[in-house]
């Protein structure tokens, strides 16, 4: 237990790290390829003398990360990246094993925002970022604490649409590797993790039959994919809308109907939004919908339902299960709003599980030793996950699940090198 820790750190309870510890224990074992990639991180020490700032989902998975990043040498501060996912016993549990943690669960927004500051002024040299947050706040708040900064790793597609923002106006001040664009991020963590762990947060917060229902999916890509495939697979009838008329004909393909918003609004008895985007379902689609639709979404930031539009239609608000409010509307109908609109899976579930975290997260630690490595030649831009690190993540999965594949053969490499070759 690092003294130095506990009295920087800001959490609920130090009382609650029992409960912590076995959470982390329990992710741990279940996270083999990052546990390889921990192994590796002890013997080469890739961060020590460095301080990595980092900013999740503050659960399990997030907490065994962070202590693979400090195995690895680093002096380790980690903040959240919602309010509502942020556990409180994960948080004390990270406090015991020298981790500096600045995170409670449900804070105001204005302290929310301090914590993320405060992990900030660690001075850090790293950072992992979720939606983009603390990449912000060093640009447009606190500039004087980029001094330090050599780069990071992101998390996610709001996140990496910001970050492009930046640099699009050259005002990106460090180096960023896009972890959500790699291969064993989209289709596995967005496609599987999100497919599964959305339904987890919505049955076991509704306790309701999906079975013969009618989805609303919002959004087809990756996560999009996965939300509507686990829909299918519970007997859902599911209906996808779309701004993008290639993922429009992908998804009538995989077999869903396909129609516009305002439309499909009449028909859904669940919603989920994973856009990326703000006011996929507003005003006008509250209008036409059912008495006692659902509303959820898993998308980063709580601004996919547009929460004010639903609340200037309601006569009344009042939360009737934890983590469902029930908007009356004025005619007398009732839509309900699952976990204020965040990310459902998250602030209503426990995330992803651990097998496909663990892909993922082996993929953040190696992209910040990548990005620790070659910060200087990078240079201030948003870069991809180097293929041979992506190839490398899915060699280990596959090696923890005792497969093997075929190796090409001289001849076959020559042949595919060729092109006179028939």
């Not at 990071?152 to 597609?157: F, H, I, N, P, S």
């Not at 995989?254 to 305002?262: H, N």
Request: aromatic share 8%; charged share 25%.
């Amino acid at each position: 237990m690092s003294s130095m820790s506990i009295q920087n750190s800001v959490i609920k309870d130090l009382k609650l790290a029992p409960e912590g510890h076995l959470k982390i224990d329990w992710v741990e074992a279940h996270m083999p390829v990052l546990n390889r990639v921990r192994k590796q991180f002890e013997e080469e020490l890739p961060f020590k003398g460095l301080k990595v700032a980092i900013s999740l989902h503050l659960e399990a998975k997030t907490a065994y990360l962070a202590k693979v990043i400090q195995a690895g040498g680093a002096e380790v501060t980690i903040t959240g990246s919602n309010p509502l996912s942020t556990q409180d016993d994960v948080c004390a549990a990270l406090v015991e094993d020298g981790v500096t943690v600045f995170a409670k669960y449900n804070p105001e927004p204005e302290e929310y925002k301090e914590l993320l500051i405060r992990a900030l002024e660690t001075a850090p040299d790293l950072l992992i970022d979720d939606g983009g947050d603390l990449v912000t706040i060093l640009h447009a708040e606190r500039p004087d604490l980029l001094k330090n900064i050599r780069g990071g790793a992101e998390e996610t597609t709001t996140g990496i649409l910001r970050l492009k923002s930046l640099e699009k106006e050259g005002a990106l001040k460090f180096p960023m590797v896009a972890v959500n664009d790699a291969f064993c991020k989209y289709l596995f963590d967005n496609r599987y993790g999100t497919g599964q762990s959305v339904w987890d947060g919505i049955n076991r917060t509704t306790n309701l039959v999906v079975a013969g229902k009618t989805v609303v999916v919002v959004g087809y890509g990756w996560c999009g994919k996965g939300v509507a495939m686990r829909a299918k697979g519970l007997g859902a009838n599911v209906i996808v809308t779309e701004v993008d008329a290639i993922k429009a004909v992908e998804a009538y393909m995989d077999g869903f109907r396909v129609m516009p918003m305002l439309e499909a609004a009449k028909h859904g008895d669940f919603f989920v939004t994973v856009t990326g985007n703000r006011d996929v379902i507003s005003g006008e689609h509250y209008d036409v919908m059912k008495d006692g639709a659902i509303l959820s979404n898993a998308g980063h930031f709580d601004v996919e339902v547009n929460k004010p539009d639903l609340a200037s239609r309601s006569q009344s608000v009042r939360t009737v299960r934890r983590n469902i409010e029930e908007y009356q509307l004025k005619d007398g109908r009732k839509i309900y709003l699952l976990a204020e609109g965040r990310l459902v899976n998250l602030a209503a579930g426990d995330g992803h599980p651990a097998e496909i975290m663990d892909m993922t997260f082996a993929l953040q630690a190696l992209s910040l030793k990548y990005v620790n490595d070659q910060y200087q030649s990078i240079g201030s831009r948003v870069v991809n996950v180097p293929y041979e690190l992506d190839e490398q993540v899915a060699r280990y999965k596959l090696e923890s699940l005792g497969l093997g594949i075929d190796q090409l053969s001289e001849e076959q490499k020559s042949y595919l090198d060729s092109w006179a070759q028939h």
